[in-house]
């Protein structure tokens, strides 16, 4: 079933915030300070290890970052040889955060926790792409501080009247994702990693809708 315009431009960006900010959280609080959707902020969560001696899990921080880059080259290169929509990337990220929630049933200890994380970050390396391949997404959802800037540089300098209608849906975006992190960080805190249903369930609902 496909939605309306207007409708597709107000709830399919912040549901894709609201799965970036979710699973965000849910690395970062279950996986020792991970992030898997704003992976270059593992470098300085990398670096700070370093300068404290820490010596678990560095080479997880490291790698996150060309798994992230190789996440992105793929699902671009599938998007243009299959299907050029999001509603294959959308399957491929749904199963993704299946596979990352189904890992504590199948693996134990520690080696779960980077099991779930190179999931993670694939789920999010393919939505990082859809939004450069189909701009009709909106603004990336992945990483607020661009989206934060830009929704108070508005504020002070409005821009074009019909443009008030993207500036409250920005506004939006932003608050799904502070909520999409607070409900990562008590979903894992009480649920574990199969938390990472919700984004995934969130993700066939986004499809859905396009």
């Known amino acids: 079933m496909t939605s309306s315009p207007a409708s597709r431009t107000a709830w399919v960006p ?3 915030a609201f799965i970036a900010g979710y699973a965000d959280a849910v690395t970062f609080v279950g996986a020792g300070g991970i992030f898997c959707a704003h992976v270059t902020g593992n470098f300085v969560v990398l670096a700070a290890d370093l300068a404290r001696n820490a010596k678990a899990d560095e080479w997880l921080k490291l790698s996150t970052f060309p798994l992230f ?5 793929l699902a671009t290169h599938l998007h243009r040889r299959v299907e050029r929509s999001a509603r294959t ?3 491929l990220q749904a199963v993704a955060f299946g596979a990352a929630a189904a890992v504590p049933w199948a693996i134990q ?4 926790h980077k099991v779930v994380v190179v999931f993670a970050v694939i789920a999010m390396g393919i939505q990082n792409a859809m939004h450069r391949v189909s701009p009709s997404l909106g603004p990336m959802t992945t990483v607020m ?5 830009q929704w108070f540089v508005e504020k002070v300098i409005p821009g074009a009247p019909e443009n008030a209608g993207k500036h409250r849906s920005l506004g939006f975006i932003i608050l799904a994702f502070a909520l999409g ?4 960080a008590f979903g894992v805190q009480h649920l574990g990693f199969p938390a990472l249903l919700v984004p995934g369930v969130l993700a066939l609902w986004v499809r859905s809708r396009l």
Do not use: E
């Open 109 to 112: 200890g520690t080696a779960a």
């Open 14 to 16: 912040a549901a894709l």
């Open 145 to 149: 501080t661009g989206n934060v800037t």
């Open 89 to 91: 990337l959308l399957l």
């Open 181 to 184: 992190c607070l409900g990562g």
């Open 69 to 73: 880059v190789l996440s992105v080259y």
